[in-house]
Each structure stands twice: as C-alpha cells, then as structure tokens.
C-alpha cells in the first residue's frame, strides 16, 4: 500500500499540474507574508512547510530511482541469460564490493588493464 503511495506521489510530482500549484504557493506565500509583515510565525510555517515538500520529494525520488534500477537489473539479467557467450559469473554484481568488482573487470576485460 505504502509503495502504491509514493508511486503516485511521484507521478504526481512530476506532472505540469504540480508545477503549476508549486508557483501558486509561493505567490500566495509571498502574499500571506506581505499582509502579515512577514511576521516570525509566517517565517515559521514557510520553512517547516519546504522542509517537509522537501522531504517528500526526496523519498519519493529516491523510492522511483530504487524502483528503476532494480527493474533495470533484472533486464540486464534476461539479457546476459539469453546470450550464449555471455559469462554468467558477472550477473548480481551489484552486490559486489569494489575490490570484487575490480576483480571481475580485470577477469572480463584483461586488455583495458594494460592500456591504462
């Protein structure tokens, strides 16, 4: 259910419509704090209310990116199974630590080692 959430709220992030009500917010902010003399209660309440958007969009972008790279590795995957040629020893190496990774590029790629 949770991930449905941010889902929306991504999308709705992203859309023309939340562009166009984030310029009416501040304009209506920068109205409310002119009537009120940008008195310190208005201050209050324009930076807990970014703090918290900011918050929201950062998790929800984070939550798509996550989303994305995991669909993505899963892509690559389907690829490197269906080719015969390919070595399935370097399939998950997202879970490999650098040195792993190290390892395996110079076992895959011998020839970029020495050009360097």
Do not use: C, F
């Amino acid at each position: 259910m949770l991930d449905k959430l941010i889902d929306r709220v991504s999308d709705l992030i992203g859309s023309q419509g939340s562009a166009v009500i984030a310029v009416l917010l501040v304009v209506a902010s920068l109205i409310a704090g002119q009537a009120t003399g940008y008195s310190e209660r208005w201050e209050q309440i324009v930076l807990v209310g970014s703090a918290l958007l900011t918050l929201i969009i950062v998790v929800a972008i984070h939550h798509t990116r996550g989303k994305e790279h995991r669909a993505s590795q899963i892509k690559l995957d389907e690829l490197i199974r269906a080719l015969e040629s390919a070595r399935n020893d370097v399939r998950s190496t997202e879970r490999a630590s650098r040195d792993e990774l190290e390892e395996i590029r110079e076992r895959t790629h011998p020839k970029e080692r020495n050009q360097a």
